[in-house]
């Protein structure tokens, strides 16, 4: 049988096979860096080659502000860097890559915080981790006992509002109070109730829109400090919070400045957003996970007033909130809870 009668009985899955040893193997190395790059740039979002091809000149930065602001105005002029342009590491451009490097490798500084513990009026309590200058200087914390040298401290003090299941033992957290007590200010970590080390002491928890702890907070400082400038920062859920907390009390906040670092102003949007893509899928899982430890420390709490089998099968963070955070906070749904806790409703 010659080769011509084997070719016509040969199947067509045969006949694909041949037909593809033809290509030639460089074909197939091309083709295979091609997915790979799309993969890094679509899946991971590594941006190198558009860095590369931009010859790292980076990023405008873009700003949405209200241009007729004499504040906004400014805040521009003063802060040359909202001017600028943002320029990534080369060998970490990528959101996901900076996560991970910051994780493993982003050694947090010595910090050793004085604890002062914050008692509600619902009974529950609140641990306020304070850092000043001669903390980070001298090693020492600076103690002062004449109440009327507190009251006449002009230091200015900055608030500072951690993420969801974040402390003050968070490598961010401990970051941004030691670079701010290095360059002279008072800075207090607030840790969210049952974190930072610290029981539950009533019914009550905190989450996403739950602002009732930050303005007690911000008002017991203000009147122990009654002279000093007070800021706030927060992060993330943190930074929801205090904006839905300025939005409500507007002018009357004694604040005199805020910053929000990565808030998630709509919480249905990023409910829908955290859930779009695989790698957003792993964060959803991380944050579960936290939320589960959260709720396994306080687990006597917990399994009496919500459903702790629901709990102990959250999948995600929805899930969570579904069994734990929309019963604790009286909700009628999940989506009602992100509804009303949103801060971009309180503007």
């Known amino acids: 049988m010659d080769s011509g009668m084997l070719a016509a009985n040969a199947s067509p899955y ?19 860096l091609f997915i790979f790059l799309a993969f890094l740039y679509t899946f991971l979002e590594i ?64 910090v050793t915080y004085r604890r002062h513990l914050f008692l509600t009026s619902d009974g529950g ?14 090693g020492r914390s ?54 930072g080390g610290v029981s539950l002491t009533s019914d009550c928890f905190y989450n996403a829109g739950y ?18 400038p007070l800021f706030a920062v927060g992060a993330s859920i943190g930074a929801n919070i205090l904006v839905k907390y300025l939005g409500e009390d507007g002018t009357n906040t004694p604040l005199v400045g805020a910053a929000a670092i990565c808030s998630p102003w709509d919480l249905l949007i990023c409910d829908r957003f955290i859930n779009r893509k695989p790698v957003q ?34 999948r995600s963070v929805r899930d969570f909130d579904k069994h734990a955070t929309r019963i604790l906070g009286k909700f009628e749904t999940v989506d009602t809870f992100y509804r009303r806790s949103s801060s971009v409703n309180h503007g």
């Open 142 to 195: 600076r103690v002062i006992d004449d109440s009327a040298a507190i009251k006449r401290d002009k230091t200015p003090i900055m608030i500072v509002i951690p993420g969801l299941t974040s402390d003050s033992s968070s490598a961010y957290a401990k970051h941004l109070a030691f670079n701010m007590a290095r360059n002279g200010w008072n800075v207090v970590v607030s840790n969210h109730r049952g974190l």
């Open 47 to 110: 941006h190198f080659l558009h860095d590369l091809l931009t010859l790292f000149r980076g990023y405008p930065v873009t700003l949405t502000y209200n241009s007729s602001s004499h504040l906004c105005q400014s805040l521009l002029s003063n802060c040359n860097i909202l001017r600028g342009r943002y320029s990534v590491t080369p060998w970490l451009s990528g959101p996901h890559l900076q996560t991970v490097f910051l994780s493993v490798f982003g050694r947090a500084p010595p």
């Open 211 to 228: 602002t009732e702890d930050l303005r007690k907070l911000i008002d017991h400082i203000h009147c122990e400090y009654p002279e000093a």
């Open 125 to 138: 309590t609140i641990a306020l981790d304070w850092l000043t200058y001669s903390d980070v200087t001298e």
């Open 281 to 314: 899928k792993m964060y959803d899982r991380a944050l579960t996970v936290g939320l589960k430890g959260y709720a396994q420390l306080h687990q006597s709490i917990l399994s009496r007033l919500a459903d702790w089998e629901g709990i102990t099968k959250s």
């Open 14 to 32: 045969d006949r694909l096979v041949q037909a593809l040893a033809l290509i030639p193997i460089s074909y197939y190395l091309f083709a295979a």
